[in-house]
């Protein structure tokens, strides 16, 4: 009998081993969707344009992000900002289907999606007083509860792309938005 419990004992602690972490299976990968735009207005009318749309739509900057710099050899300005992240779904019940209209989720058989948030990065060039140009990529990710208990990330399929930069280009012909000040504190 000792030998038997002795063998159960090994068996399953050799199973223990071998148990390996569940990933998400992705079916053909959207490729990743770069935004490029020209904007008439001057790059810190875009900056602030580009800080005001992510208030518009609920977030910040990233706190690590630093006003445009001037270019040694060009004389002209650039700069990246990246916004925190936005919830735009939670709730186990209606995440999935908000999420798959946004790009394509990876595949977690019995997985339960409880959030979907964006990041907005943005690379600003300047190329004349009043010309500059906008460079936008989305991420998305979601958090899976029921299998993976992980947040998993994917590339957007450019609806929330498109928002964004139809948002700022309204905001920056809005004279409102030079005398916008972010204030995390709100």
Known sequence: MKHILIALIMTCASCMLNVTTLHAQFEEDLPQITTQDTLK??????????KRSFYELGTFSDPSTRDPKMDEKTGLYRGFIRSDFRVFAGGSDTTYKVLERYGRLPVI???????????????????????????????????????????????????????IMDLLKKLILDPETENFKENRMN
């Open 109 to 163: 058989r019995g997985g339960t999606w409880m959030a979907g948030r964006v990041k907005y990065e943005f690379k600003v060039r300047e190329l004349a007083e009043d010309l500059t140009q906008v460079t936008l990529v989305c991420g998305i990710s979601g958090f899976e509860e029921g299998v993976t208990n992980e947040a998993h990330f994917w590339n957007s399929n450019g609806i929330l792309d498109k928002e």
């Open 41 to 50: 207005a001057s790059i810190r009318t875009v900056w602030k344009g580009i």
